[in-house]
């Protein structure tokens, strides 16, 4: 714990934490209304898969175009215009009110995770600007947490207030947020100078797809990071919620204490075993989060038996993204941190697409929901044989 607070007490990593902090809990919050929307409105498997492929699309679209506006923007200029874009996209979400606008819904949801996914890699891409080593280490673990933390809480209270005031309250609640952290980011004070860049957009683009095709180990980090979209659970947790438990408990709370229960997981997990975990190591967090996976998928018939493995699930999930995302930061040079970050957010988004897809697809194809959750455990045991690969080839 001290090490947390010690990096905390750098101005910039304790001003933009806040401002992590209340946004991903506006994101997390509105974000049960918006699958609990797709529910009441009596959407199939595959509408709601696509919709949660829609959040991870603009990263893997977009991600060259990101990466040269991360390094040629002003961080703070970047970032308001991102935040004011959020804005109106989650108060656009009130529009929808039939299943004909579901399109509506999709395009919006595109739109504002394109600007949060700029913001993520603008901000993944500063602290190695500023900070190094631990400190850095400590920085994307808490990260980590306060990403752990908003989803648990927000999913939960999200749950709660779509319940008993409706999605619209959700909605107008979480552009609140992020006007907040709009206000908040105001008083930053970052004495950054951008590197004068005298190409053109279609040069570094050029330069920064050379500059990763030259470096297989860069790109192994990548796709070793990438496997942590396995753990993209949105569509499986709605259907759970939809097909198994709604008999029990209100859809909006299923979802909310599903994903509740794994934030906690996810954001305790770095504290236990942050300190841990190293190169050595890692691929024994690879096995143990695949069994984890593996024993939720033997428990889903029973919703307070589910809870229980699925905190299994999201202890390891965590100080595994911060690991490897710490590998692929130290493995790249500053000048082309903004586009090899949006690269492997492409990646790690287009691993999430690829896994919200097949959920969707599988459920419509006859599997059940437990033999989907095994297929998706059994990808972490064939990763942790790819890290020993990496590990006694490049590291």
Avoid at 6 to 29: C, D
Avoid at 85 to 94: D, H, K, N, R, V
Avoid at 111 to 130: G, T
């Amino acid at each position: 714990m001290s090490r947390y607070i010690q990096t905390l007490s750098h101005p910039v990593i304790a001003r933009l934490s806040l401002i992590q902090l209340i946004s991903y809990f506006g994101t997390w919050f509105s974000q049960v209304a918006i699958f609990s929307l797709l529910v009441e409105l009596h959407t199939g498997a595959l509408i709601i898969s696509l919709t949660a492929a829609m959040a991870m699309l603009p990263a893997v679209v977009l991600a060259p175009l990101i990466g040269i506006a991360v390094d040629r923007i002003h961080f703070k200029k970047l970032m308001g215009t991102l935040l004011a874009i959020e804005i109106g996209a989650t108060l656009g979400f009130m529009l929808i009110d039939s299943l004909s606008l579901v399109w509506l819904l999709m395009g919006l949801i595109f739109i504002r995770s394109a600007a949060s996914s700029m913001l993520f890699s603008a901000e993944m891409s500063l602290f190695p600007k500023i900070i190094e080593g631990e400190m850095l280490k400590n920085t994307n673990e808490i990260h980590s947490i306060i990403w752990s933390f908003t989803y648990a809480a927000g999913m939960a209270v999200g749950g709660l207030v779509t319940y008993r005031f409706g999605y619209h309250t959700a909605f107008i609640t979480d552009a609140v947020l992020y006007s907040i952290a709009l206000s908040i980011l105001l008083g930053l004070k970052l004495s950054l100078t951008l590197p004068k860049h005298s190409h053109s957009h279609w040069q570094m683009f050029i330069d920064g797809f050379h500059y990763l095709k030259s470096r297989k180990k860069t790109i192994h980090l990548i796709l070793l990071h990438a496997s942590l979209g396995l753990t993209s659970f949105d569509a499986l947790v709605t259907l759970l919620a939809d097909y198994e438990y709604k008999t029990l408990i209100a859809v909006p709370l299923a979802i909310g204490w599903i994903n509740a229960v794994r934030a906690v997981a996810l954001m305790i997990g770095p504290f236990f075993i942050g300190k841990w975990i190293n190169n050595q190591n890692l691929h024994y967090f690879f096995i143990l989060e695949g069994l984890a996976i593996i024993a939720w998928s033997l428990t889903q018939h029973n919703f307070y038996w589910a809870l229980i493995a699925l905190f299994g699930v999201g202890f390891f999930t965590s100080t595994l993204w911060s690991q490897t995302y710490l590998m692929l930061q130290q493995e790249t040079d500053k000048a082309y941190l903004g586009r090899i970050i949006s690269y492997n957010d492409m990646f790690f988004m287009l691993s999430n697409i690829v896994t919200a897809l097949f959920i969707g697809y599988a459920f419509e194809w006859g599997f059940s929901l437990p033999a989907i959750t095994v297929i998706l455990g059994i990808g972490f045991l064939i990763t942790a044989v790819y890290y020993l690969w990496i590990r006694r080839r490049y590291l």
